[in-house]
C-alpha cells in the first residue's frame, strides 16, 4: 500500500510463509510463450510443491511435458482448452507424470492457479488417468460435523494418489476447530472473503489473492472475518509413509 516506505505484509518464516500479490515479481517459465508466471512456492524456499500463477496472453498455446511430475490446474478467472477439451471458469484439471498437454486461453484475463510435484509412485499402484472436473458437481460436507465450514475433496482420495487438492468455504466468524499440527505440507491460495490465520506463534489477516505455505508441523488456525464467506484452496501430501 505504501511502496516508497518500503512496507509489507509478506511474512517469510523457516516454516511458513504469506505471499502477497503486491510483492509478487513476474518471470517466464518454459513451454508458455506469452504468458505472465508468478511463482509463489518451490524448493528455493523449502518446499517440497511448486505452486504459481500463470496468465496467458491472448492468442498463446502453452506446450508442457510434464516429465516426473504431477500437474493440477485450476481456473481462477476466465477459460481454455486443455488439449480439446474446454474449461470454463471454477473447473480444474489433474495430470499425472509422463505426459504431454496444451493448454489455450479463449478469454481475457485468464488465470490458471498451478500446483506442481514430483510424484511418489507406490509398489502395486499405478498414477490416476488424467482428469477433469469442477466444483460445482463435488459436495460440500461439513467438516467434522460444522455445517458453517465445508469441505469440497476435488481429487480421488486412492492409494495411487500423493496429493490432495480442496476447497474450504467458511461462514463468517466460522473456523477450524482446533489448532492442527500434522505432518502434511499445504500451499494455499484466497480465493474469496478474508479472515486471521494463524501460523506458529504469529496471526496475520489475509485476503483474496493471498497465498500461504505451511510446512510441516507448523501449527495452524484460521478464522473467517466476514461480512461474506471465506474461500481457499489448498494442497496436501497424502498417502505416503513419511520420511
Known sequence: M??????????????????????????????W????????LSAAIGAGLTQFLLKPGPGTTAQVQTGPDEWFLYLITGSGNLDHETLPTGSYAWIPP???????????????LVFRKVYQPLEGHLPNARFTGHPDNIPAIPF????HARLQTLLPDHPSADMAVNLFTYDPGATLPFVETHVMEHGMLFLEGSGVYRLGDEWHPV???DALWIAPYCPQWFIAAGPGPAR???YKDINRSPA
Open 2 to 31: 505504501y511502496p516508497k516506505l518500503g512496507l509489507t505484509r509478506n511474512i517469510i518464516r523457516p516454516h511458513y510463509a504469506l505471499i502477497t500479490p503486491d510483492g509478487l515479481v513476474p518471470s517466464v517459465l518454459p513451454g
Open 33 to 40: 510463450p506469452g504468458t505472465t508466471a508468478h511463482v509463489i
Open 98 to 112: 509422463d505426459q504431454s498437454f496444451t493448454f489455450q486461453p479463449t478469454a481475457p484475463d485468464t488465470t490458471l
Open 144 to 147: 467434522l460435523g460444522d455445517p
Open 207 to 209: 485476503t483474496v489473492g
Open 232 to 234: 481457499y484452496i489448498y
